[in-house]
Each structure stands twice: as structure tokens, then as C-alpha cells.
């Protein structure tokens, strides 16, 4: 029997076509979270990681049927998975799977509704925020799992010496947004490399002075505010000059919330006016 080329290479495609289903490889440079366990028989579609977003998770907020978004900032993971072959699932499964996971060290389902559900967990110091979905539905279906991750954390201001001089030349002030630990004027470790940036520009600038200035929100009494401001200024003046700058050429000065930048009604406005100035001298 003679066979055309045509059908040759039909059959040929058709033979292949279950090793490439078979086949199927993570996308380049994805992971799987920590908190999870890939269900059986998937790999990674697509990923996307973000060192800082905000996202809006569904929470309850009396009664299962009053669902209302809370926005989350943090270090974000999106990551779809898709089931080798195209099987499909039950959104009912995949949320069932991931609930259990989460419950099973500590976390729990905050919310659950027909399209997906908002799993959280807050433990050793760490909290973690998960709405888990369809990567794509078929057929009443899904295809796979969908997982939004956004591990919870503080902005961190990235700047560098030539950033704050030029700042600094312009304008005669620069506002940084140094962390401290709740009421006290201990520098938190996420801040340390702008304080070493700080040291950085004092270093090369031999002739630049700077004050030194604290400031905070209008929560808590004003005094105490004004004393915790000053205290958190001077500690970061210590923390310079322990890096080898001349006191000298270092003031510190803390103002409490005399001076908001920001709408203290709000919480974006009070994380503004709780911040360290540099001011050229």
C-alpha cells in the first residue's frame, strides 16, 4: 500500500502529540510557594512575581453573603497551574485542597464563594494572604489553579546617596520613610540600608552638615509623640556616627505631628507624616 507524503506526516503529528502532552515543563525561572503543595498531575502555565503590590482580597464582613475587598500590601506570587493532560477539575477540589493545606499549619479559609475562596495565615511574625481560583475554566470546570500570594510587608524606600545629595541640593530636605518598632525608637532592620546610605552621603560630602529631624501621625498624646520623634531622630544620628561620621556635622531635632505633610484622617496620610527628614545645614 503506498502512503503519500501528506499522511505520513499527519500520523507522524499524531504520534507525537501525546508525548508532548506528557511533556509539559514548568514556565522559565516559576516556582511553587512555600505554603503549597502543587495538586497532582499540574505544572506551572504562567508566574509572576512583584517584590511590593497591593491587592484586594474578599473577606467576610457579616455573613457569608456580604463579601467586601481588603486591600494588602506586601511581596506578591501569582502563579497558574495547568493539569497534564488537559483533565480538568472542580473549583470545589482545588479549594479544598489548598483550605486543608492552610489550615493544617495554623491558617484559615476567611472567606468562600462560587468562583474561589481567601485563605489567610498570620504566624511567627508573619502574615500571609491567598485567594485561590480557576487559571482557566472549561466545560463548568477549571483547568487548574490559580493562586494569588501576597506575603504581608512594609514598603521599603529604596534610595541612594546620590539620590538623597540631589534631593538635598534642590530642595534642602529630604523626607525618608524609616521604620521603627511600634512606639520605640529601635530602627527595624529593613531601614539599616538607608541609614547606610545616609553614612554613604555624609562619607563623600565632607563639607555637608544635616539635621536630623523626626516626625509622626497625631495618634497618641503630643507630648509623647513629640519625646518619641526626638528619640527616634537621635537614633538615627547615633547610627550614622557609629559609622564613622563626625557628630559635628550631625543635628537631631524631633517635631511630633506639629508638622503634617499629609491628611491625618486617614491612614495614607499618617503613614506620610510618620517619617525622618534630613535637612541640609
Known amino acids: 500500500m503506498k502512503i503519500s507524503k501528506q499522511a505520513t506526516f499527519v500520523f507522524a503529528v499524531l504520534l507525537l502529540i501525546p508525548v508532548l502532552s506528557h511533556a509539559a515543563k514548568d514556565a522559565k525561572g516559576s516556582k511553587d510557594h512555600p505554603l503549597f503543595t502543587r495538586m497532582p498531575g499540574t505544572y506551572i502555565w504562567t508566574y509572576e512575581e512583584i517584590d511590593f503590590e497591593r491587592v484586594?482580597?474578599?473577606?467576610?464582613?457579616?455573613?457569608?453573603?456580604?463579601?467586601?475587598?481588603?486591600?494588602?500590601?506586601?511581596?506578591?506570587?501569582l502563579i497558574r497551574?495547568?493539569?497534564?493532560?488537559?483533565?480538568?477539575?472542580?473549583?470545589?477540589?482545588?479549594?479544598r485542597n489548598h483550605?486543608?493545606?492552610?489550615?493544617?499549619?495554623?491558617?484559615?479559609?476567611v472567606s468562600e464563594w462560587n468562583?474561589?475562596?481567601t485563605l489567610r495565615l498570620e504566624k511567627d511574625g508573619r502574615e500571609v494572604w491567598v485567594t485561590v481560583g480557576c487559571s482557566a475554566g472549561g466545560s463548568g470546570g477549571c483547568d487548574g489553579a490559580q493562586l494569588t500570594i501576597l506575603e504581608k510587608e512594609e514598603f521599603v524606600q529604596q534610595i541612594t546617596s546620590n539620590d538623597m545629595l540631589d534631593t538635598l541640593n534642590k530642595d534642602g530636605f529630604i523626607a525618608l520613610d524609616i521604620?521603627?518598632?511600634?512606639?520605640?525608637?529601635?530602627?527595624?532592620?529593613?531601614?539599616?540600608?538607608?541609614?547606610?546610605q545616609i553614612s554613604a552621603l555624609m562619607k563623600a560630602n565632607p563639607k555637608l552638615g544635616i539635621s536630623v529631624e523626626g516626625h509622626t501621625d497625631n495618634v497618641g498624646k503630643?507630648?509623647?509623640?513629640?519625646?518619641?520623634?526626638?528619640?527616634?531622630?537621635?537614633?538615627?544620628?547615633?547610627?550614622?556616627?557609629?559609622?564613622?561620621?563626625?557628630?559635628?556635622?550631625?543635628?537631631?531635632?524631633?517635631?511630633?505631628?506639629?508638622?503634617?505633610?499629609?491628611?491625618?484622617r486617614a491612614e495614607e496620610g499618617r503613614a506620610k507624616n510618620r517619617r525622618v527628614e534630613l535637612v541640609k545645614i
Open 56 to 77: 484586594s482580597f474578599r473577606v467576610n464582613d457579616k455573613g457569608p453573603d456580604a463579601l467586601r475587598n481588603t486591600p494588602v500590601e506586601g511581596h506578591k506570587y
Open 81 to 95: 497551574y495547568l493539569t497534564e493532560p488537559r483533565k480538568g477539575t472542580s473549583m470545589l477540589n482545588i479549594i
Open 222 to 264: 503630643a507630648a509623647d509623640n513629640k519625646a518619641l520623634s526626638e528619640a527616634r531622630a537621635k537614633e538615627v544620628m547615633a547610627a550614622i556616627i557609629k559609622q564613622g561620621v563626625d557628630a559635628k556635622r550631625l543635628k537631631a531635632a524631633g517635631y511630633g505631628q506639629e508638622r503634617p505633610v499629609a491628611d491625618n
Open 115 to 117: 468562583q474561589g475562596a
Open 179 to 196: 521604620h521603627f518598632e511600634t512606639g520605640k525608637a529601635t530602627i527595624k532592620p529593613e531601614s539599616q540600608p538607608i541609614v547606610d
Open 99 to 109: 483550605a486543608t493545606a492552610i489550615k493544617k499549619i495554623g491558617g484559615e479559609v
